[in-house]
């Protein structure tokens, strides 16, 4: 019996560890995207739905690397 309550402590310490580990990082992410001036994209809510073409996203650092990365992607199925 005090082995089986040991386990669900444990049990609950771990996903309690977990949980706040997750509401650290979504806090510190709010704070960096507040901190850098961060607003949505235009491209987001205007992009199409029903094609394969893919809207430039050269918004920031990130989206200049996500473009690199998509192209070199395309032109190695392309060739």
């Known amino acids: 019996m005090g082995g089986f309550i040991l386990i669900?402590?444990?049990?609950?310490a771990f996903a309690a560890g977990?949980?706040?580990?997750?509401?650290i990082s979504?806090?510190?992410?709010a704070e960096a995207r507040?901190?850098?001036g961060y607003a949505k994209p235009d491209w987001v809510a205007a992009a199409?739905?029903?094609t394969n073409e893919v809207p430039p996203r050269t918004t920031g650092e990130l989206g200049q690397m996500l473009d690199r990365w998509e192209?070199?992607?395309r032109a190695?199925?392309?060739g």
């Open 8 to 12: 669900v402590l444990l049990g609950i």
């Open 48 to 50: 199409p739905a029903n």
């Open 76 to 78: 190695r199925r392309a």
């Open 34 to 36: 507040r901190m850098r």
């Open 71 to 73: 192209s070199r992607a």
């Open 18 to 23: 977990y949980f706040t580990r997750d509401q």
């Open 26 to 29: 979504r806090k510190r992410h």
